[in-house]
């Protein structure tokens, strides 16, 4: 059996970190942001193992339990 690739968007991946960055910078990065980003990092290929731990890198320490209990 062969596994089937995920194939990433790495050009999107890039834009979305970029577009984390200015809701950090502004002051805007809430945890609704981080769903809609990781819903969109999903889309763009995310799924691939370790594609979007960058992302969980980028939250706020106390949303990480939400977070995780999300995925659980």
């Known amino acids: 059996m062969v ?7 790495w050009v ?9 960055e200015q809701l950090k910078a502004s002051g805007r990065w809430t945890l609704a942001e981080y769903h ?11 799924s ?3 594609a979007r731990d960058w992302l969980l ?3 706020n320490p106390a949303w990480r339990d939400e977070i995780i ?4």
């Open 36 to 46: 809609r980003i990781n819903r969109e990092a999903i889309a763009a290929g995310g």
């Open 12 to 20: 999107r991946m890039r834009q979305l970190a970029a577009e984390v």
């Open 57 to 59: 890198h980028e939250a």
């Open 3 to 9: 596994a089937k690739l995920t194939k990433i968007d």
């Open 69 to 72: 209990q999300a995925v659980l």
């Open 48 to 50: 691939a193992p370790g």
